[in-house]
């Protein structure tokens, strides 16, 4: 078929490519071989790119591969990196199988950061493990690779031991059976098992962001909470996290985040997409083995503490990701980070800036700004591809710059001079007070169901971020508390 033919075909195709993307991937796949088969990517590429974000985003990894081979077949080199990225650290060895051959199949040789632990090719080319290329993206997710394994440079450092930590002993499955009081492995698969329908630990639900978008819920019924409770307390919250990690550790807040970057010039806030997601089985088994657990202790931890969702066609997506909802979730996505705190807090050092992360939040603080010798533009993309490395992905509509001349909020504290709750809240809170004391507290409740836990909250909250003012407000809320215990005479 010649080129005038192929276009022919493609053109009305194109025009609802949502009911023909499947012929249209037909036609492209069977004349990949014609002269002028790029001319007809760079037709197909204007149209593609919606459908193959909505594949990329997909729960059906299934879905993932056919947008791993779409992106080969319809995409031009600067539009596949941005879905290879992405695909390139699939929790699916499938997708990630799919990617690889798209960007051998594209040549793709963007400007990434080498892997370090494989010797730089001599000569130099792009396709090869090392160097400045896109086989750096993978860096951090497949330690057992053979070339890996062949070209590491140098040995891990020596490990905490685990009788160190105060970590209970477990060398086999039936030692974690014990420790966690299930009486067989009948009982480990019954909460091993997929899905979150009638008969699976698990439930989900959904609840709205902040933008309004549904975020799934998925938390485990009360026998697979009782023993997650058990591995967080006894075992995972032993483990030591890094400085830079504030969320969901002990002794830290949303103000010892805050804390560093008072005063700043400039502040730098960044959003990883889909945390919780992005850590699967696989991480987490290679996170406890580790820490020294042997193989058969991982699998059987790592299982219990992951989700395998299950489609509506029965298919049972694996391996499993950490659920939103489990109370061991936070925990080891902290220890997963642990290395990309690490890196991060040496960037930031030697860019003369102070860094910190809330779950998800990453925040970067710049006392003086930023010399002539670095741009922000470039320390962005160090920032983004060290995240890419380790396993994540940045959320780049969420990335705030802020300046003094701006509202310096991070997670949720405002930090231009000192800290301080944003004026705004504690203005709403003051008009909450005085409408209570005039019309009584019911008038305000608007639904909360424990209005005076609120209040009690607000103002305890309001003391740990400004000690001072706080103390006030917590006193006053007493008073009104206690008058409005009062019988009215």
Same mark, same amino acid.
């Given at each position: 078929m010649s080129l005038s033919n192929l276009l022919l075909e493609l053109i009305p195709l194109c025009e609802s490519l949502d009911d023909n993307w499947e012929q249209v991937v037909s036609l492209l796949d069977a004349h990949q071989d014609l002269a002028e088969y790029e001319v007809a990517r760079f037709y197909v590429s204007r149209f593609t790119s919606r459908t193959i974000q909505q594949l990329v985003r997909s729960d059906d990894p299934r879905q993932r591969v056919k947008s791993a081979h779409m992106v080969r077949l319809t995409c031009t080199q600067r539009q596949a990196g941005q879905f290879l990225r992405l695909l390139i650290k699939d929790p699916c060895a499938r997708v990630r199988s799919a990617a690889h051959r798209a960007m051998r199949g594209l040549r793709l040789d963007d400007v990434a950061l080498p892997d370090s632990r494989i010797k730089k090719p001599h000569p130099y080319r792009g396709? @090869?493990? #090392?160097?400045?290329? =896109?086989?750096?993206?993978?860096?951090?997710? *497949?330690?057992?690779?053979?070339s890996i394994r062949q070209y590491r440079k140098q040995s891990r450092k020596p490990k905490t031991t685990l009788a160190d930590l105060g970590v209970p002993k477990l060398e086999t499955r039936k030692d974690v059976l014990s420790w966690l009081k299930l009486g067989s492995i009948r009982d480990l698969r019954k909460l091993l098992r997929a899905g979150s329908g009638p008969g699976s630990p698990y439930v989900s639900f959904t609840i709205p962001k902040a933008s309004g978008e549904p975020r799934t819920i998925t938390a485990p019924r009360l026998t697979l909470r009782r023993v997650q409770r058990q591995i967080l307390d006894e075992l995972l919250s032993k483990l030591p996290t890094h400085t830079a990690a504030h969320g969901f550790v002990k002794k830290r807040s949303v103000v010892t985040n805050a804390k560093p970057h008072e005063g700043a010039q400039l502040v730098v806030k960044l959003d990883l997409k889909d945390f919780f997601p992005t850590i699967s089985y696989h991480r987490i088994r290679g996170l406890l083995c580790r820490y020294g657990f042997s193989p058969e202790v991982a699998d059987t931890l790592a299982g219990l503490t992951t989700h395998r969702a299950v489609l509506s066609d029965g298919y049972v997506v694996w391996p499993g990701v950490l659920p939103q909802g489990a109370p061991t979730s936070p %925990? @080891? &996505?902290?220890?997963?980070?642990r290395r990309l705190d690490s890196r991060l807090s040496g960037l930031a050092k030697r860019m003369g800036a102070r860094y910190t992360r809330y779950a998800d939040d990453l925040t970067f603080s710049f006392a003086k700004g930023l010399d002539h010798k670095n741009d922000l533009g470039r320390f962005l993309w160090w920032v983004n591809q060290v995240c890419q490395q380790e396993g994540f992905a940045e959320n780049v509509g969420k990335r705030k710059i802020l300046r003094p001349s701006a509202q310096q909020r991070i997670t949720g504290v405002v930090v231009n001079?000192? @800290?301080? %709750? =944003?004026? &705004?809240?504690?203005?709403t809170f003051r008009a909450i007070l005085h409408n209570c004391r005039m019309h009584g507290l019911d008038s305000q409740a608007r639904g909360r169901r424990d *209005?005076? &836990?609120?209040?009690?909250?607000? &103002?305890?909250?309001?003391?740990? %971020?400004? =000690?001072?003012? #706080?103390?006030r407000v917590l006193a006053e809320v007493r008073a009104l508390l206690t008058a409005s215990d009062r019988p009215s005479t």
């Open positions: 396709q @090869l493990l #090392g160097g400045w290329n =896109p086989s750096g993206w993978s860096y951090g997710l *497949f330690g057992n690779m053979w %925990v @080891l &996505a902290n220890l997963i980070c001079s000192g @800290l301080s %709750v =944003p004026r &705004a809240m504690r203005r *209005f005076r &836990a609120y209040l009690l909250g607000y &103002a305890s909250y309001i003391q740990m %971020v400004q =000690p001072s003012l #706080g103390k």
